[in-house]
């Protein structure tokens, strides 16, 4: 990240600090729930779910493709296994009695029966026989109701004890078959509660002279894996049948090899009987049977695939870094270029890690994968309120200070885009607008200070509004002046127009002010007002401590002399043909042609008549032609106007200067 976005980051972190005490420790403490969210998201309700979904998510479409494992075999009782013993619960146990007898001799490592022998049935005597006569370890299902509740009762579970003393003695014994169905789902290994039996794959390897990879100790995720072949069941599974009651000797030498070297698992495959939700149901629809599960239990630790968890420190560390992460970018400026590659760097990490610890096969059981996006999406808005929180106070604060200069749409396009009023100066056209109250500075002398200072703010106060009303900015005061113009730092169409009514509208507001001047107080003159358009310099100038948005040039010259050009001329708005004509109204008189105090270039002077009938505009129209070739004809148009407007100061002005026109008809104000 550039050094750019870092100033960035500080001036991000200035912003927050000046949202206030409170809206600060109301962040702080969004973060805090952030992060204990990014951490322990496992353990809060909703969020439990979504991470449970996540992981199941996670386990099946990473999960490994495997062909058929060759080390365990399953022997089911299945549905027509059911059909054919006329007996469904219990299973049939002369079935099971027959079947070890011919497995025993064909050279399993280990046997186990995933059935809970927990009420008596008639065959009992044949099975406690066969199985004391096991030369194969082999192990019974054993439970208890303290660790397996709900699937087994005080009676039940007597009875089951009662069962498995018998066996002492022997090669076979008791084996766990309880699992953790932790949320509804078997994705853990069961975890090791003192005084129940080993689990019953870890008994097996351990009878088997496999002892080392049982993995004591481990009760973390069960790898679970998809089949590679649609067709192929992950591990053979045989029916019952095929072993308690072979029709010629020859079936069990063709059986043998099925058999011998691995690892046997012996109960039931049958549908609505012992199926088990696993991480793979959500995805598959599909509960395998308990057996199954066993069965992978088994495979995991004969691959060594004890999966490793991220240790307690890591988790903090990881959701500690993402609320960081989020804290940093919600610093960042919306507009900077660097925060939008960075959010899809920091979601497609938020989203991806997860993943990949799956795939490079790590335990994600309880990693906080949704609690990271949610730890993460919650420090960004905290961060970025608080932000919007100071940038609200801080636009109150520019736009109430530029306010008083500047229109709304103005300060808040500036406020948006503050490059605008960058520390240097450019070439424009504006519309230029002077005014000055006639008579004020006599005034002040003759009143005292404070009154003098209540009735300036009024009437500044006044002619400022007209400006801003009218979406002009304000130059600067110079006394009780007023300069003022449109066409920057923005520019709009109708300008020109808004120039206009603005310096009519300036005339009649400083009307108003005079009539309300309190009694007794000495009178002011009119407010006049000069208008130009042209060329000028505009921006801020000074320095980085003290600056001033002005402009510059003879554009504003013009206006302040034109302005100043009212008291010669007996009128109280004056414009130059340069602004009439850019102005789209059709309200301009023209008022002739003057060369101004302190210029040689002489200018064509147009005053605003709304009210001014628009024949006698015409005629006046008419009449500043005439002037130029035939001055006898000129003056009697505006005599004849004069006596049709007897009270119009402005225009018995014009016939007096018409009347003594110099050669070059432009008459020279002194």
Do not use: C
Not at 207 to 234: H, S
Not at 375 to 403: D, E, P, Y
Not at 487 to 509: K, S
Not at 580 to 599: C, F, H, I, N, T
Request: charged share 20%; hydrophobic share 45%.
């Amino acid at each position: 990240m550039p050094a750019r976005s870092f100033g960035m980051l500080a001036r991000g972190w200035r912003n927050i600090r000046e949202a206030g005490g409170r809206r600060l420790a109301l962040t702080a403490l969004v973060l805090l729930i952030a992060l204990l969210l990014a951490r322990l998201s496992w353990q809060v309700p909703v969020a439990d779910q979504a991470e449970r979904n996540l992981y199941d998510l996670r386990s099946y479409l990473l999960a490994e493709q495997v062909e058929q494992d060759p080390r365990v075999v399953l022997v089911v009782y299945n549905d027509q296994t059911l059909i054919a013993s006329r007996k469904r619960s219990p299973l049939d146990r002369g079935i099971l009695a027959r079947a070890l007898r011919n497995i025993d001799a064909m050279g399993a490592k280990a046997i186990a029966i995933d059935i809970l022998f927990d009420q008596p049935q008639d065959e009992d005597e044949a099975l406690i026989a066969a199985l004391r006569a096991m030369k194969t370890p082999t192990f019974v299902g054993y439970a208890e109701t303290a660790s397996n509740e709900g699937e087994i009762v005080y009676e039940q579970e007597q009875f089951l004890k009662s069962f498995i003393a018998r066996l002492a003695g022997s090669r076979a014994g008791p084996a766990s078959v309880r699992f953790d169905d932790e949320a509804g789902a078997t994705r853990l290994w069961p975890s090791i509660v003192p005084g129940l039996p080993p689990v019953l794959g870890r008994a097996m390897l351990a009878a088997a002279g496999d002892g080392p990879k049982t993995m004591p100790g481990y009760d973390g995720a069960i790898r679970y894996r998809e089949r590679a072949l649609e067709d192929t069941p992950l591990f053979t599974e045989l029916p019952i049948d095929t072993f308690a009651d072979p029709p010629a000797p020859d079936l069990l030498a063709e059986l043998a090899p099925t058999v011998a070297g691995r690892y046997v698992l012996i109960g039931g495959d049958i549908v609505g009987y012992d199926r088990v939700t696993t991480t793979f149901t959500a995805a598959t629809h599909e509960k395998p049977p308990g057996l199954a599960v066993h069965a992978e239990m088994i495979a995991q630790m004969l691959d060594g695939a004890q999966l490793p968890h991220p240790s307690p420190a890591a988790l903090w560390a990881a959701a500690l870094a993402v609320v960081g992460a989020a804290a940093l970018t919600g610093l960042l400026e919306l507009r900077s270029v660097w925060l939008y590659p960075l959010l899809a760097l920091q979601f497609a990490t938020l989203i991806g890690a997860p993943f990949a610890l799956q795939a490079r096969g790590v335990d994600t059981y309880g990693l906080p994968a949704a609690g990271w996006v949610i730890g993460w999406g919650l420090a960004f808005a905290a961060i970025t309120s608080a932000a919007r929180a100071a940038g609200a106070v801080q636009r109150r604060f520019a736009q109430g200070a530029l306010g008083k200069y500047l229109p709304k749409s103005i300060a808040d396009e500036i406020i948006e885009h503050p490059e605008l009023l960058a520390l240097h100066g450019e070439k424009k056209d504006i519309f230029v607008l002077f005014s000055d109250l006639e008579g004020f500075t006599k005034m002040s002398h003759a009143i005292a200070p404070e009154m003098v200072a209540t009735l300036l703010n009024r009437y500044l106060e006044t002619l400022s509004q007209v400006v801003l009303d009218h979406g002009g900015v304000i130059d600067k005061f110079v006394g009780d002046a007023v300069v003022a113009f449109w066409g920057a730092p923005i520019a709009r169409p109708d300008d020109g127009e808004r120039a206009a009514r603005a310096g009519y509208a300036m005339w009649q507001a400083g009307e108003a002010f005079r009539a309300g001047i309190e009694p007794g107080l000495p009178p002011v003159g009119k407010t006049r007002v000069g208008l130009h358009w042209g060329e000028a310099v505009v921006g801020n100038f000074g320095g980085e401590n003290r600056i001033q948005y002005t402009a510059l040039g003879d554009s504003m010259n013009t206006a302040s002399r034109l302005e100043s050009a009212n008291k010669s001329l007996d009128s109280a708005v004056m414009a130059s043909r340069e602004f009439a004509e850019r102005s789209g109204l059709d309200w301009w008189r023209p008022m002739g042609r003057v060369v101004l105090r302190g210029r040689s270039k002489p200018v064509d002077l147009f005053e605003p008549a709304p009210d001014f009938p628009a024949a006698d505009r015409a005629a006046l129209h008419q009449a500043t032609i005439l002037a130029e070739t035939d001055q006898e004809a000129a003056i009697a148009v505006i005599a004849a106007l004069v006596e049709k407007h007897p009270g119009d100061a402005a225009l018995l002005n014009l016939l007096e200067r018409t009347l003594n026109l110099p050669p070059d008809r432009a008459y020279v104000l002194g």
